[in-house]
């Protein structure tokens, strides 16, 4: 079966340009989760979404936002990029709600210069 | 603010001997704990978990040993072997927030044959 998978790999963007990143989960799984990983930190928790549903979020600015579509699938937006978003971006998905045992993908790497 | 603190960043351990990571933290709401390992360009994958209703958990060559007093847990690896080296992330969660894992900075194991 396959895991979850995020799209781009990699990605440069410039300061003030808006970035769409891509997450499918693993098949079955209904709830995703998104996570931010910088250099030499762990991951930071973003938003979880279940059924299409936004049921958390983390101490993000409004200028990060997603959502989940009817096939599971999540995209994570974020406006007008800052140097310090610059990161690793992890998407993770679990079979229910409760966030034990998530299943990562191998993330977008996002540069903002 | 780090709920969730790894005060090793690194640790190097010769091939068959036991490597120990160490992981403190500080919310006392924390109930369930886990440890993810990670290799260069994947995600975290989960490796093991502890409710804090119990002190250890054993799977195979891995064991996690929960102090709750000391609000301190443990990762053992038994024998260690060349494949283990990876960064390990030690997370945990409350039960009113069950959706949001809280990561450590993560400790970048090396096993030298």
């Known amino acids: 079966d396959a895991g979850v998978t995020q799209s781009p790999t990699h990605l440069i963007k410039t300061r003030g340009q808006q970035v769409t990143l891509r997450c499918s989960p693993i098949s079955g799984h209904k709830s995703v989760s998104w996570y931010q990983q910088v250099l030499g930190q762990g991951p930071q928790f973003i938003f979880q979404?279940?059924?299409?549903?936004?049921?958390g979020r983390g101490n993000f600015p409004d200028r990060f936002s997603a959502r989940q579509f009817p096939n599971y699938s999540s995209e994570l937006n974020v406006n007008a990029l800052l140097l310090g978003d610059s990161a690793l971006y992890l998407c993770?998905?679990?079979?229910?709600?409760?966030?034990?045992?998530?299943?990562f993908g191998p993330g977008t790497r996002l540069t903002v210069t | 603010d780090q709920q969730v603190k790894q005060n090793s960043p690194s640790l190097s351990v010769q091939e068959g001997r036991i490597s120990i990571l160490n992981c403190d933290y500080t919310?006392?709401?924390?109930?369930?704990f886990l440890w993810y390992k990670k290799y260069p360009a994947e995600g975290p994958t989960f490796l093991i978990s502890i409710s804090s209703i119990k002190d250890k958990n054993e799977d195979g060559r891995f064991t996690v040993f929960l102090n709750k007093s000391a609000k301190h847990l443990s990762l053992h690896i038994v024998p260690s072997q060349p494949g283990d080296s990876a960064v390990y992330f030690c997370?945990?969660?409350?039960?009113?927030?069950?959706?949001?894992?809280?990561f450590g900075a993560g400790t970048t194991v090396t096993v030298r044959a």
């Open positions: 979404y279940y059924e299409k549903e936004e049921r």
């Open positions: 997370a945990a969660s409350v039960p009113t927030n069950d959706y949001k894992l809280s």
């Open positions: 993770a998905s679990s079979l229910g709600r409760v966030g034990y045992e998530q299943y």
């Open positions: 919310n006392s709401m924390f109930d369930y």
